[in-house]
């Protein structure tokens, strides 16, 4: 038995890093054909997408829409979560399924709906309706981390704290804010991801300034080429790095 | 305190799902969208063949994955929080996820270079042997299922770990102490106790699975269509918003009823 | 929470700030081949200038995008030279200043003067061309064969045949193998060729875009591709030089593009200028071997500054024999359009 989990420890992981591996080592490949043979390791790629100037404005665009619409679905998370887990209404309940409905329809349902409803006001597709977007799926994720995260011991705390005559807002950053901190950290984290690697909604909610995903795509469809391999590659390694030191970062504050 | 949220959430989910049902009742004259209160459109998806076999392809797509995510996440999350000393759990784990760190994109556009005739996998079988000559797994259903199942087993040992260990030992000890086998013990004990994790993760791969476009698009070659593809050939191809429209919703129809199916073990706030 | 996101802040506003600002922006609506940097650069440098491009597939698409958008939203627009009176018609395209495109040098044959000309007035110039016709892998099927679109059918290349997934060339395609004229396609004669086009299906082993036929070319997983041509193979020559592309006897379908000037574009000037560099010879020789594809020049002028080794992969010489074989795209009226996508998600489908 003990020897079985290990061998399949292996097969899973053999089958979980392959086309990591793959996408890494051929992101060096020395030929248009990012497939075997590989062909001598050479740079190219990488300068060829580092010259790019849509790419590179891809990426950046895609920085703030993700950092933008996951800060906004966090303070909405937030002060949402925070309010309903105050006292109980009758309305509580579907409120609740409300905000977490959007989580169970599919990014491009809510991607179309939104198409057409800035079409029929004449809105153009901007990377503010993106966000837009970006913001409806990871409201409910957000809501959910949070509210999740408020526990009796917390509600008793905002309690103590109203009592004591402290103002709502002095509540929500003085205690709710610190007290849920992990939380905070861990929803706009999981947003930030989820916007940063959304595809269908900023492809059909974008115009000229697309996220990195998009332009990836457009990419894949013009031409096979190593320099997609390059992108992948590096936004592969740039995140496991930004993760690794978040990782070890909490880990050791853990520790302590 | 709520409202803003409440707010957001209606005026940019409730409105555009309800402009969607009204659009969906629309219909397209010559390349003029007309509004109209019809449901012919619905009629179509469920008469016309290639519409009406998406919804197949669609659901036979997603229901293999989603079986077979399970069956392989699960014990990789069980040997993670069982085998591997506690002090590397972590970083295995790390490791176990590490791909959700590529772009989405290209995840399959790898899987698509993995797989070829070319690729590495057919290279492998055939140098040792196991195959006489390349067999195609590209662009076939195939190919999407283990595109799909690659994503879907990082996600699904994420959540059933998280599940197992918050399981206290003592249920398993308490078993074989009772002189349990150890199978007896993960089969009757510990795999009912993650059920509620497993179906929470279940029915996020079906969400997922369902409604993704790339994955197929990248990996299927064309060779059937699933049901976003379909929602993106009216839409890319002939601008036919009101049949793209009346696809989704008979798409959330079906996640609804997923929902509906499972939502007795689910526990969508503590995803 | 601030000190992750401090450093990202500070790496985008250095970003922003490195990007250089143009004093114009002109937004154009286009094919892949207008995105190649190579090609925009050296406009945009010249008149302080930032092009902003947007893809969009098949003229449908396009239209539908048209509708969509605002007067002013957009000033140019890359489309379809048979498709330029569907556009014109339904008003999208504005008149070309005259003088702006001057065809004294152009190849005679793709001037298309019935299909940018409406009512006497000249609304796009025609700017690339090139056909969808057989792209093979000569090293392993046999050229001999692909003198006929018949070899497809005959069973002898079974599951090796990848078909480009654009319902326009292949259906005209498929239509010559019928005998049936790409002007003569209609609903009627459309079901006729439902048959073969099923045929067709199950003899092949994927229906797909650009980069996934290059791939299964390049790789030998198929060998050859119907609607492929020079556009598709070209790009690879460098690195495996036995794809190669044939007109069969039937025939083949003629691919051209043209520019346009968007009707309510607030910068006409600039529009005017973007279609000159174009369709001079400097813009045309970019344009033929663009990064995305390659593609004969519509302007034979382009030929003094494109290289011999680049005419030779474009097959400069023999594009008279070639555009006398062609066969125009078919242009359907809205029902059979539609008509024409049922039949291509039907061959999808099944």
Same mark, same amino acid.
Request: proline share 6%; aromatic share 10%.
């Given at each position: 038995?003990?020897?079985?989990?290990?061998?399949?420890?292996?097969?899973?992981?053999?089958?979980?890093?392959?086309?990591?591996?793959?996408?890494?080592?051929?992101?060096?490949?020395?030929?248009?054909?990012?497939?075997?043979?590989?062909?001598?390791?050479?740079?190219?790629?990488?300068?060829?997408?580092?010259?790019?100037?849509?790419?590179? /404005?891809?990426? $950046?665009?895609?920085? %703030?829409? +993700?950092?933008?619409? &996951?800060?906004?679905?966090?303070?909405?998370? #937030? !002060? =949402?979560?925070?309010?309903?887990?105050?006292?109980?209404?009758?309305?509580?309940?579907?409120?609740?399924?409300?905000?977490?409905?959007?989580?169970?329809?599919?990014?491009?349902?809510?991607?179309?709906?939104?198409?057409?409803?800035?079409?029929?006001?004449?809105?153009?597709?901007?990377?503010?309706?993106?966000?837009?977007?970006?913001?409806?799926?990871?409201?409910?994720?957000?809501?959910?981390?949070?509210?999740?995260?408020?526990?009796?011991?917390?509600?008793?705390?905002?309690?103590?704290?109203?009592?004591?005559?402290?103002? /709502?807002?002095? $509540?929500?950053?003085? %205690?709710? +804010?610190?007290?849920? &901190?992990?939380?905070?950290?861990?929803?706009? #984290? !999981? =947003?930030?991801?989820?916007?940063?690697?959304?595809?269908?909604?900023?492809?059909?909610?974008?115009?000229?300034?697309?996220?990195?995903?998009?332009?990836?795509?457009?990419?894949?469809?013009?031409?096979?080429?190593?320099?997609?391999?390059?992108?992948?590659?590096?936004?592969?390694?740039?995140?496991?790095?930004?993760?690794?030191?978040?990782?070890?970062?909490?880990?050791?504050?853990?520790?302590? | 305190?709520?409202?803003?949220?409440?707010?957001?959430?209606?005026?940019?989910?409730?409105?555009?799902?309800?402009?969607?049902?009204?659009?969906?009742?629309?219909?397209?004259?010559?390349?003029?969208?007309?509004?109209?209160?019809?449901?012919?459109?619905?009629?179509?998806?469920?008469?016309?063949?290639?519409?009406?076999?998406?919804?197949?392809?669609?659901?036979?797509?997603?229901?293999?994955?989603?079986?077979?995510?399970?069956?392989?996440?699960?014990?990789?999350?069980?040997?993670?929080?069982?085998?591997?000393?506690?002090?590397?759990?972590?970083?295995?784990?790390?490791?176990?996820?590490?791909?959700?760190?590529?772009?989405?994109?290209?995840?399959?556009?790898?899987?698509?270079?993995?797989?070829?005739?070319?690729?590495?996998?057919?290279?492998?079988?055939?140098?040792?042997?196991?195959?006489?000559?390349?067999?195609?797994?590209?662009?076939?259903?195939?190919?999407?299922?283990?595109?799909?199942?690659?994503?879907?087993?990082?996600?699904?040992?994420?959540?059933?770990?998280?599940?197992?260990?918050?399981?206290?030992?003592?249920?398993?000890?308490?078993?074989?102490?009772?002189?349990?086998?150890?199978?007896?013990?993960?089969?009757?004990?510990?795999?009912?106790?993650?059920?509620?994790?497993?179906?929470?993760?279940?029915?996020?791969?079906?969400?997922?699975?369902?409604?993704?476009?790339?994955?197929?698009?990248?990996?299927?070659?064309?060779?059937?269509?699933?049901?976003?593809?379909?929602?993106?050939?009216?839409?890319?191809?002939?601008?036919?918003?009101?049949?793209?429209?009346?696809?989704?919703?008979?798409?959330?129809?079906?996640?609804?009823?997923?929902?509906?199916?499972?939502?007795?073990?689910?526990?969508?706030?503590?995803? | 929470?601030?000190?992750?996101?401090?450093?990202?802040?500070?790496?985008?506003?250095?970003?922003?700030?490195?990007?250089?600002?143009?004093?114009?922006?002109?937004?154009?609506?286009?094919?892949?081949?207008?995105?190649?940097?190579?090609?925009?650069?050296?406009?945009?440098?010249?008149?302080?200038?930032?092009?902003?491009?947007?893809?969009?597939?098949?003229?449908?698409?396009?239209?539908?995008?048209?509708?969509?958008?605002?007067?002013?939203?957009?000033?140019?627009?890359?489309?379809?030279?048979?498709?330029?009176?569907?556009?014109?018609?339904?008003?999208?395209?504005?008149?070309?200043?005259?003088?702006?495109?001057?065809?004294?040098?152009?190849?005679?044959?793709?001037?298309?003067?019935?299909?940018?000309?409406?009512?006497?007035?000249?609304?796009?110039?025609?700017?690339?061309?090139?056909?969808?016709?057989?792209?093979?892998?000569?090293?392993?099927?046999?050229?001999?064969?692909?003198?006929?679109?018949?070899?497809?059918?005959?069973?002898?290349?079974?599951?090796?045949?990848?078909?480009?997934?654009?319902?326009?060339?292949?259906?005209?395609?498929?239509?010559?193998?019928?005998?049936?004229?790409?002007?003569?396609?209609?609903?009627?004669?459309?079901?006729?060729?439902?048959?073969?086009?099923?045929?067709?299906?199950?003899?092949?082993?994927?229906?797909?875009?650009?980069?996934?036929?290059?791939?299964?070319?390049?790789?030998?997983?198929?060998?050859?591709?119907?609607?492929?041509?020079?556009?598709?193979?070209?790009?690879?020559?460098?690195?495996?030089?036995?794809?190669?592309?044939?007109?069969?006897?039937?025939?083949?379908?003629?691919?051209?593009?043209?520019?346009?000037?968007?009707?309510?574009?607030?910068?006409?000037?600039?529009?005017?200028?973007?279609?000159?560099?174009?369709?001079?010879?400097?813009?045309?020789?970019?344009?033929?071997?663009?990064?995305?594809?390659?593609?004969?020049?519509?302007?034979?002028?382009?030929?003094?500054?494109?290289?011999?080794?680049?005419?030779?992969?474009?097959?400069?010489?023999?594009?008279?024999?070639?555009?006398?074989?062609?066969?125009?795209?078919?242009?359907?009226?809205?029902?059979?359009?539609?008509?024409?996508?049922?039949?291509?998600?039907?061959?999808?489908?099944?």
């Amino acid at each position: 038995m003990r020897l079985l989990s290990w061998a399949y420890l292996v097969a899973a992981f053999t089958f979980i890093l392959l086309p990591v591996v793959v996408l890494v080592v051929f992101s060096f490949q020395d030929s248009r054909l990012p497939v075997p043979p590989f062909e001598g390791p050479t740079l190219k790629w990488y300068a060829e997408i580092l010259a790019d100037r849509a790419l590179m /404005e891809a990426l $950046v665009n895609s920085l %703030i829409v +993700a950092f933008v619409s &996951a800060l906004v679905a966090l303070v909405l998370g #937030f !002060l =949402a979560a925070s309010g309903l887990a105050r006292v109980y209404l009758p309305g509580t309940a579907a409120m609740r399924a409300l905000l977490i409905a959007p989580m169970t329809v599919s990014y491009l349902i809510i991607a179309l709906g939104l198409l057409q409803m800035f079409n029929t006001l004449g809105v153009r597709p901007s990377l503010w309706v993106t966000g837009i977007g970006h913001v409806v799926i990871n409201l409910p994720l957000c809501f959910a981390i949070l509210y999740a995260a408020i526990g009796e011991h917390q509600k008793n705390a905002l309690k103590a704290a109203r009592d004591l005559g402290a103002s /709502e807002v002095q $509540v929500l950053w003085f %205690i709710a +804010a610190p007290m849920l &901190a992990p939380a905070l950290g861990a929803a706009f #984290f !999981l =947003a930030f991801t989820f916007s940063w690697d959304e595809f269908i909604i900023a492809f059909l909610l974008t115009r000229f300034d697309v996220t990195l995903p998009v332009e990836i795509w457009s990419m894949l469809r013009s031409g096979l080429s190593p320099a997609t391999n390059a992108v992948g590659s590096l936004v592969f390694l740039v995140s496991v790095g930004i993760v690794l030191v978040l990782e070890f970062t909490l880990f050791r504050k853990k520790s302590k | 305190m709520i409202a803003p949220a409440l707010l957001w959430t209606l005026v940019f989910f409730v409105v555009p799902f309800a402009a969607m049902v009204l659009m969906s009742l629309a219909h397209l004259e010559g390349r003029e969208v007309v509004q109209g209160y019809a449901l012919d459109n619905y009629l179509r998806i469920f008469t016309d063949p290639s519409l009406r076999k998406g919804i197949f392809v669609s659901l036979e797509i997603t229901a293999l994955v989603t079986v077979l995510s399970v069956l392989l996440a699960w014990p990789l999350a069980w040997i993670i929080a069982s085998r591997v000393p506690p002090r590397w759990q972590r970083l295995v784990l790390l490791l176990a996820v590490l791909p959700f760190w590529t772009s989405y994109v290209v995840r399959s556009y790898s899987w698509a270079l993995v797989l070829g005739e070319k690729g590495v996998v057919m290279n492998v079988l055939v140098g040792i042997g196991l195959l006489a000559e390349p067999v195609q797994i590209m662009a076939t259903r195939a190919a999407t299922v283990i595109g799909f199942t690659h994503f879907f087993v990082m996600l699904l040992t994420l959540t059933i770990y998280s599940n197992l260990i918050q399981l206290s030992p003592n249920y398993a000890r308490a078993a074989e102490d009772l002189g349990a086998p150890k199978w007896k013990v993960i089969w009757l004990v510990i795999l009912p106790l993650t059920l509620p994790g497993v179906m929470t993760g279940a029915f996020l791969t079906f969400v997922l699975c369902i409604g993704d476009y790339i994955t197929p698009q990248i990996l299927g070659g064309n060779n059937e269509l699933t049901m976003p593809q379909l929602i993106m050939l009216q839409l890319g191809r002939r601008g036919d918003f009101p049949m793209a429209s009346a696809l989704s919703i008979v798409l959330m129809a079906i996640v609804t009823l997923a929902y509906l199916a499972s939502a007795r073990w689910l526990r969508m706030e503590r995803v | 929470m601030k000190t992750p996101t401090r450093p990202l802040v500070a790496t985008c506003a250095l970003l922003i700030s490195g990007t250089p600002l143009a004093a114009d922006e002109l937004n154009a609506l286009i094919w892949c081949d207008h995105a190649d940097p190579a090609l925009l650069e050296p406009f945009e440098t010249a008149n302080d200038v930032r092009v902003n491009v947007k893809e969009y597939e098949g003229t449908a698409a396009g239209l539908t995008l048209l509708e969509q958008s605002r007067p002013g939203d957009w000033d140019i627009m890359v489309i379809d030279a048979v498709d330029v009176p569907r556009a014109v018609e339904r008003g999208f395209l504005a008149p070309l200043p005259e003088g702006t495109a001057p065809t004294g040098d152009y190849f005679p044959e793709v001037l298309f003067t019935d299909s940018v000309t409406v009512d006497g007035t000249v609304y796009a110039a025609v700017e690339k061309f090139g056909y969808n016709t057989l792209a093979y892998n000569k090293a392993a099927v046999d050229p001999a064969d692909m003198a006929s679109l018949e070899a497809l059918w005959s069973g002898k290349y079974d599951g090796r045949i990848a078909i480009y997934d654009y319902y326009l060339p292949v259906l005209g395609l498929v239509g010559l193998q019928a005998g049936i004229d790409t002007a003569d396609l209609d609903a009627a004669t459309l079901e006729t060729l439902r048959a073969p086009l099923m045929d067709l299906r199950a003899a092949s082993r994927q229906v797909s875009d650009v980069v996934a036929s290059q791939t299964a070319l390049a790789t030998g997983e198929v060998d050859v591709l119907i609607g492929g041509g020079e556009w598709l193979t070209a790009v690879l020559n460098a690195e495996n030089p036995d794809l190669d592309w044939t007109i069969p006897e039937e025939g083949a379908l003629l691919w051209a593009q043209s520019i346009a000037i968007v009707e309510g574009t607030e910068r006409p000037e600039l529009a005017a200028k973007f279609i000159e560099y174009i369709t001079s010879p400097e813009g045309q020789a970019r344009l033929a071997t663009s990064s995305c594809y390659w593609g004969m020049p519509a302007n034979k002028a382009a030929g003094d500054v494109l290289g011999d080794a680049e005419k030779a992969i474009l097959r400069w010489d023999e594009q008279v024999d070639y555009l006398s074989r062609a066969q125009l795209y078919p242009v359907p009226d809205a029902d059979t359009d539609a008509a024409m996508q049922d039949l291509w998600t039907d061959m999808l489908q099944n």
